[in-house]
């Protein structure tokens, strides 16, 4: 049996700041820009109090909490901090997967300390995390990545939590469907047309009848209902996609005004691409109307796409793709090789403001 650890740092951004600046502990904070056109990159867990979240506009935030904090983010410092936090990681095992700058998975199945409870290794990490760099994190114990992922969130924060192979699929049945790793608020929406709200619901559904409402999702989600997850921990993993979006000061309807934008962010993914010798063939432009309606047009080339003049010329077809008597807010591109584009923090390139039964 596997042991599979996730640890996840407690409102990462947000508690950086307010370790560096004492002023700020026990104050609801956000990481971004408090301007009219500014989105929260991160808030502290009192701001998320007053219903205040990531990715959320910042006018909105100001309107839930008017005495919210505004601190512009920091990225060399937390990139800083997070390669200690996976050098502390790496002490216990070389099988770790980064999701991002402040969770990863780690496989201590078998482990440089020969330590035979994942339990007590995750907790001297969180030690260390706390030792190290002054922050706190969630973890998550169980034998595979999704139980492992649900259960770092379920006493956050500075929690941990065990998942043992007896009470899994109990577990999972009592879980509100939201919190399945991977169910968005769109797709928990058309689940509850269905009349999926639990774990337990979504086990009734056979395989087959997930897949017609869900594609290929609904053979994860099949096998999520039964605390299935065979996915191993990679520690090396292969970028699948690369974007980059910006988002306006002032919403625009002019092709020729967005074209100026799309070359911006068309020379953010070249740059990356470039370094990193990385290629595709699917294009992806991707605009966000002053109405938060998101759409996408995509074209697939023949050949490796490795140049700007290429991918600019690319984004500027689709952009005559796209219907214009809505003003546009945000525009963004990808380049992919065989895989959906994720429009994730992650993915953007810039933020424009020996018992095996043992766990």
Known sequence: MRKIIHIDMDAFFASVEQRDNPEYKGKPLAVGYAGARGVVAAASYEARQYGVNSAMASKMALRKCPQLIFVLPRFDVYKSISRQIMGIFHEYTDLVEPLSLDEAFLDVTENHMQIASAIQIAHEI????????????????????????????????????????????????????????????VTAERMHQLGIRTGADLKQWSEQGLVTNFGKAGHIYYLNARAIDERPVQSQRTRKSVSSETTFEKDMDSYEELRLELEKVTQDVIQYISKNNYKGRTVSLKIKYANFKIISRSKTFPAFISDYETLFEAGSELLKLVDLSTKVRLIGIGIRNNEEVSWTDDTQLRIRFKEDNVL
């Open 126 to 185: 969180k030690q260390k995390i706390r030792e190290t760099v002054g922050l706190t994190a969630s973890a998550g114990v169980s034998f595979n990545k999704f139980l492992a992922k649900i259960a770092s969130d379920y006493k956050k924060p500075d929690g941990l939590f065990v998942v043992i192979p007896e009470a899994a699929e109990q577990f999972v049945e009592s879980l509100a469907i939201e919190q399945f790793y991977g169910v968005g608020k």
